[in-house]
């Protein structure tokens, strides 16, 4: 069965502490991974696509990376700021525009 | 570019009652879809569109009609409401042009509540 799962569900870390966010996936014909960042009460808000193992992408404190088998969200020296809900999905070749979501990974960064 | 537009922010209706979920795009996207939210359960999709006049079933149809009139529309609609459709409802858009990315952007949602 094609699933994405993320881990963990939730964490916690201290202002400038680093850590990785996890997805991993299970899909025949893997197209596209896609990282969200879900604020509450908003509408996901686009990070990054990454389309093939050894693919990295970076935008400020965050720096996606992706295997044949997972994704990586690295995220450096967080602050208070990068607390949200960060979401993946994937989309499998020839139905690249139905994606397969994850159930997110709350951060919570405490000053 | 206003992105993607949904209206009304917030709705609570009463079991039976009909309502339509509007979105609107501005960025001239072919492809547009309506998920769900609700804890636990991630995003769902309901319908999608990859133009104008051409809709297709989601994960989660039942109980939803959609209709696209036009490119920028894609309004969701709710025939006679139920307790199991409360959840927080999103609309999201990307390009189907070749050579684009596909990479869909989403609406800021609408909270409904069925009692």
């Known amino acids: 069965e094609d699933q994405v799962t993320q881990s963990p569900e939730a964490l916690r870390l201290q202002e400038g502490e680093s850590s990785s966010l996890n997805c991993s996936y299970t899909v025949s014909g893997l197209r596209g991974l896609f990282w969200y960042r879900q604020d509450p009460g908003k509408g996901p808000e686009f990070l990054f696509t990454?389309?093939?193992?050894?693919e990295e992408k970076e935008k400020e404190r965050l720096k996606a990376t992706l295997t044949k088998k997972e994704s990586f969200l690295h995220i450096t020296a967080p602050k208070p700021e990068d607390s949200a809900t960060y979401l993946c999905a994937v989309s499998q070749a020839g139905n690249n525009r139905k994606l397969i979501w994850g159930l997110g990974t709350s951060l919570a960064v405490n000053p | 570019n206003a992105g993607v537009t949904q209206t009304p922010k917030f709705q609570v209706l009463k079991t039976g009652q009909s309502m339509t979920l509007q979105c609107a795009q501005d960025m001239n996207h072919e492809y547009m879809s309506w998920y769900r939210q609700d804890p636990g359960m991630g995003l769902r999709l309901i319908h999608y569109?990859?133009?104008?006049?051409?809709?297709d079933q989601g994960e989660v149809p039942n109980g939803y009609n959609v209709s696209r009139s036009t490119t920028e529309d894609f309004p969701l609609r709710l025939l006679s409401a139920a307790p199991s459709q409360t959840s927080v409802y999103f609309c999201a858009s990307s390009s189907a042009q070749r050579g684009s990315t596909d990479t869909q952007y989403f609406g800021p949602g609408t909270r409904l509540t069925v009692l």
């Open positions: 569109s990859v133009g104008a006049g051409i809709t």
């Open positions: 990454l389309y093939s193992a050894g």
